[in-house]
C-alpha cells in the first residue's frame, strides 16, 4: 500500500443550510494521507462537524470535490456502501443501542456485510479484547462507564476494517483522565489496524497528539501546522 | 469473509437481524403492552365471533339432511315453530293421501318449564334459541324419529307407550352433565333418559323428545299436534309437493321447506357475519391507529440510533425492514394472545351458562384463526409502514444532530 497516496482529497467543498443563509461549509480544501492522524480543532460553528459529515458521505455537500478511497462522494449512488466499508465513525455521545449487549452493538455494523455470524463474533470479540472490555461483553451498555462506553464505540467504528476512523469530539463527554486513556487507545488502535484517523477536537494537548493539526475557521481550513510530536 | 456458502451465512445474519427485530418493541414495555392490548380486543372479536357463527352455521348446513323431512306443516297462522297443540293428529294420516308424499309424522313441540334449566332461566324473556328461554320439549313416535333428523342414538329410543322415557340432545345432555340412564324433571315427573342424540341441528340438539301421547297427555294436548312432518317420495319435487298439501287445505296449513329454513337462517347468519365484520373493521382501525402511534413514538425517540444505524452503513431498506418488523411482532404477539383469550373466554362462558352453552357449539375452523392472522399481519404492516419509512427516509445528519 502507498502511504503517500491522499486518502482523503477535498477542493472547494461547499454546504450550506437554511437556503444558503448558513455557510457551514465555504471552499474547504483538505488532504489527508493514508494512514495519517489528523486533529481538527476550530471554534464551536466553524464548520469541523460538518467537515467529517461530509468525508463520512452522511450528508451530499452542495459544490466543489471530495474523493475518499478512491471514490467520488459527489457522484456516488452507493453511499451506504461507502460507509460500510470504508467508515467508522465515533461520536462525542457514545450512542450505543442500550437494549443490546456490548457484543451485540460492536456487530451492528457487520450486518450490511456478508459476515458469517461466526466470524462476526470472532472480530467483534478481538476488538472488545483491545479496547479491553473482553470481561464485559454481555453486559448493556446502560450499566457501563462513560469511558467503557466509548471504548465499546471504538471497537464498533473498526469492527468492518474502515480505511478511516471519523471521530467527532470523542473525549467532549469524558473527564480528562478517562480521555486521554480513550485517546491513547484511539492513537495505538489507527497504527494497530492500519487506519487513517481524522479527530475533531477542541482541546490543545488533545490536538498535539496528532500528527498534523488542521484549524476550520469559518468553514475553511485556516492553516496547518505540523504537530511536535508528529516523526 | 463469510467461510460457508453465501446463502448459510445470509440465514445467519437474517437470524441475527430477527433477533434485534425481537427485542425492539420490549424497549417500552408499557407502551408496546397497550398497543398489544389495542390489538387483541380486535383478534379477540375476530376469533370470539367467528367461533361462535361459524358454529351456528355449521348447525344449518346439517338441516338439510337426507332421511329428515322436507317439509314442516303448520297451521295457518301460528308461528313457524308451532308449540303447543292447534292441529288434529289424524292429520298425519290424511296427508299421506297426498301425491307425492311418502311418510308423515305429527308432532307436538312444547316447552317444559320445571327442569333445572328452565328454572335458571325461565325469567329471562330472551333466553336463547330455544322456546320461550325453556328447554323444547318434543312428543314424536320412536318409529318417526327419523323424519326429526334423529338417526342414531346412543342407547335406545323410548318406547311408544312408555310414560317416563324420554332422549335428549348431546348439547343439553353435556350442559345438564347427563347421560343415558340418568334421570330428569320434567312437568314435575321423573323420566329416564333412555338415549342421547346429536343431529348438528342446533335447536333439535338442544331439545328433549318422549313419546307423542306422553306429551299430549301432561300438556292437556290429548289428540292434538303442533306439526306435521313431511317427507316426499323420492323423485317428487318439495315445492310442489308442499304447494299441493296447502291447496288441498287453503287458509288452514301452511308449510315451510327445510330449504327454506335455512336460507331463513343463512339470512340471518349473514346479517351476523356482516355485523361481525363491521365490528371487526372498527376493532383493526383502532388497532392499527395504536400501532401507528406507537411506532412513530418509538422512531421519534430512537431518532439519534437511526442516525447512527445510517453512519455505520445500514442501508434505508434494513431500516425498513427493522422498523416494519417490529411492528408485525407487536401485532403477531397481540394474535397469539388475542386468540387465547378468544377460545377460552368463549369456552368458558359457554360451560358457566348453560341456557347458551346448551345451543351454541363453537366452531374451531382453522379459517377463523387464518383470518384472524392475516388480519393481525395486515395491521402490523399498515400500521409499522408509515413509521418505518419515515425513519428510512430520516437524513442521517439530522438525525444525529437531534437532542
Ligand atoms: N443540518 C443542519 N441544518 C442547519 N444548520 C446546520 C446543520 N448542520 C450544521 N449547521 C450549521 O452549520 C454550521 C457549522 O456547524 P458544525 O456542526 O459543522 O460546527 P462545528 O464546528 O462542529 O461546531 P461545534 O464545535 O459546536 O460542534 C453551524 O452554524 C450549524 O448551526
Ligand atoms: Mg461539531
Not at chain 1, 462537524?49 to 478512491?70: P, T
Not at chain 2, 301425491?99 to 335458571?120: E, H, M, P
Not at chain 2, 319435487?237 to 329454513?261: G, H, K, R
Not at chain 2, 442501508?315 to 403477531?332: A, F, N, P, Q
Request: glycine share 10%.
Amino acid at each position: 500500500m502507498n502511504n503517500n497516496e491522499n486518502i482523503i482529497e477535498i477542493k472547494g467543498l461547499k454546504k450550506s443550510y437554511d437556503n444558503g443563509k448558513i455557510k457551514a461549509l465555504n471552499g474547504m480544501d483538505l488532504e489527508v494521507k493514508r494512514g495519517e492522524f489528523i486533529s481538527i480543532m476550530g471554534p464551536s460553528g466553524s464548520g469541523k462537524s460538518s467537515l467529517l459529515n461530509m468525508i463520512g458521505a452522511l450528508d451530499r455537500a452542495d459544490e466543489g470535490s471530495i474523493k475518499v478511497a478512491g471514490i467520488d462522494l459527489m457522484k456516488t449512488k452507493k453511499l451506504y456502501e461507502f460507509r460500510s466499508k470504508e467508515i467508522g465513525f465515533v461520536f462525542q455521545m457514545h450512542n450505543l443501542i442500550p437494549n443490546l449487549s456490548v457484543l451485540e452493538n460492536v456487530q451492528i455494523p457487520m450486518f450490511e456485510t456478508k459476515t458469517s455470524s461466526k466470524d462476526m463474533k470472532k472480530r467483534a470479540l478481538e476488538l472488545l479484547k483491545a479496547v479491553n472490555l473482553e470481561d464485559k461483553i454481555n453486559q448493556k451498555p446502560t450499566r457501563l462507564s462513560g469511558g467503557e462506553r466509548q471504548r465499546v464505540a471504538i471497537a464498533r467504528a473498526l469492527v468492518n476494517h474502515p480505511s478511516i476512523i471519523l471521530a467527532d469530539e470523542p473525549t467532549g463527554s469524558l473527564d480528562s483522565k478517562t480521555g486521554e486513556v480513550i485517546l491513547n487507545l484511539l492513537k495505538d488502535l489507527h497504527s494497530k489496524e492500519n487506519v487513517t484517523l481524522v479527530m475533531v477536537t477542541h482541546e490543545p494537548y488533545v490536538g498535539k497528539m496528532a500528527e498534523r493539526i488542521v484549524t476550520v475557521l469559518d468553514g475553511k481550513c485556516q492553516n496547518i501546522i505540523q504537530s511536535s510530536q508528529a516523526g | 469473509m463469510c467461510i460457508g456458502t453465501i446463502k448459510g451465512c445470509e440465514k445467519k445474519l437474517i437470524m441475527s437481524f430477527l433477533s434485534l427485530v425481537v427485542k425492539n418493541p420490549f424497549r417500552n414495555k408499557t407502551r408496546s403492552a397497550l398497543a398489544i392490548v389495542g390489538i387483541s380486543i380486535g383478534i379477540i372479536v375476530i376469533v370470539a365471533l367467528g367461533m361462535v357463527t361459524g358454529g351456528l352455521e355449521n348447525s344449518t348446513q346439517s338441516t338439510l339432511k337426507a332421511g329428515a323431512a322436507e317439509i314442516t306443516v303448520i297451521q295457518t297462522g301460528s308461528s313457524s315453530f308451532g308449540s303447543g297443540g292447534s292441529l288434529n293428529e289424524s292429520l298425519a294420516a290424511s296427508l299421506l293421501n297426498i301425491s307425492g308424499v311418502k311418510d308423515t309424522a305429527g308432532i307436538l313441540r312444547a316447552t317444559n318449564t320445571s327442569t333445572t334449566v328452565a328454572t335458571t332461566t325461565s325469567n329471562s324473556s330472551s333466553g336463547g334459541f330455544g322456546a320461550e328461554g325453556g328447554v323444547s320439549v318434543t312428543g314424536i313416535d320412536a318409529n318417526k324419529l327419523s323424519l326429526i333428523g334423529v338417526d342414531t342414538i346412543n342407547g335406545t329410543a323410548f318406547t311408544n307407550t312408555s310414560t317416563n322415557q324420554v332422549i335428549m340432545g348431546t348439547t343439553i345432555a353435556q350442559s345438564l352433565n347427563k347421560t343415558v340412564g340418568d334421570t330428569i324433571d320434567l312437568y314435575g315427573k321423573n323420566f329416564t333418559i333412555t338415549g342421547t342424540y346429536e343431529t348438528g341441528n342446533f335447536i333439535t340438539d338442544a331439545g328433549i323428545m318422549m313419546p307423542l301421547s306422553t306429551l299430549q297427555n301432561l300438556t292437556n294436548n290429548q289428540n292434538k299436534i303442533s306439526d306435521v312432518l313431511v317427507k316426499v317420495t323420492d323423485n317428487a319435487n318439495v315445492t310442489t309437493v308442499s304447494q299441493s298439501i296447502e291447496n288441498a287445505y287453503p287458509n288452514q296449513l301452511s308449510t315451510t321447506t327445510a330449504a327454506d329454513e335455512a336460507n331463513r337462517i343463512n339470512q340471518g347468519l349473514s346479517f351476523i357475519n356482516t355485523a361481525s365484520w363491521a365490528i371487526s373493521l372498527l376493532a383493526i382501525f383502532i388497532g392499527a391507529v395504536g400501532v401507528i402511534n406507537t411506532m412513530i413514538m418509538s422512531v421519534y425517540e430512537r431518532t439519534r440510533e437511526i442516525g447512527v444505524l445510517k453512519a455505520v452503513g445500514w442501508r434505508d431498506r434494513r431500516i425498513l425492514g427493522m422498523i416494519l418488523g417490529e411492528s408485525i411482532v407487536l401485532t403477531l404477539l397481540a394474535f397469539v394472545i388475542g386468540t387465547i383469550v378468544a377460545v377460552v373466554g368463549v369456552e368458558l362462558i359457554l360451560t358457566l351458562s348453560p341456557s347458551v352453552g346448551g345451543i351454541i357449539k363453537p366452531s374451531f375452523a382453522y379459517d377463523i384463526f387464518l383470518r384472524a392472522f392475516v388480519v393481525a399481519f395486515l395491521v402490523g404492516v399498515i400500521g409499522g409502514l408509515y413509521p418505518a419509512y419515515r425513519a428510512s427516509r430520516l437524513s442521517p445528519t439530522e438525525a444525529l444532530r437531534y437532542e
